[in-house]
């Protein structure tokens, strides 16, 4: 069955970095549109990045400069590197799968994805 483990989360000062990683399988990895949501307390879960099969990305409006996606085809992993880290960026950190192969086009409603990791806490504190 597909499976998707994130780790990398932790307790970063603001400024900080982290890289949280996400280790695929079970699936066909090339073919599907993998993402990064985020889910603080109290509030719903929103996108943060996604890379589809053809590395085309999409970031939320939030991150972009500061967050880059990437994913290594050979390992199975995407990755979300994270800069500048602030206290609002403090939530869970989920990584999915998207429902439909072959989508160049980065689909960022949580819908449009089937398969979820555990998620893993970042918190960044001020």
């Known amino acids: 069955q597909v499976q998707l483990v994130e780790s990398g989360g932790g307790l970063v000062q603001a400024g900080g970095s982290l890289r949280l990683s996400c280790a695929a399988s079970?699936?066909?990895?090339?073919?599907?549109?993998m993402g990064w949501f985020r889910q603080a307390p109290g509030k719903e879960r929103e996108f943060v990045a996604a890379v589809a099969w053809n590395g085309n990305i999409k970031y939320t409006d939030s991150v972009k400069g500061r967050f880059t996606i990437s994913r290594d085809y050979a390992k199975n992993t995407v990755y979300l590197e994270m800069k500048s880290l602030k206290p609002e960026d403090t939530a869970v950190y989920y990584c999915?799968?998207?429902?439909?192969?072959?989508?160049?086009?980065?689909?960022?409603?949580?819908?449009?994805?089937?398969?979820w990791g555990q998620g893993t806490q970042v918190t960044v504190s001020s």
């Open positions: 999915a799968t998207a429902r439909r192969k072959w989508n160049a086009i980065v689909v960022i409603a949580p819908f449009e994805y089937e398969y």
């Open positions: 079970g699936l066909t990895f090339s073919s599907y549109t």
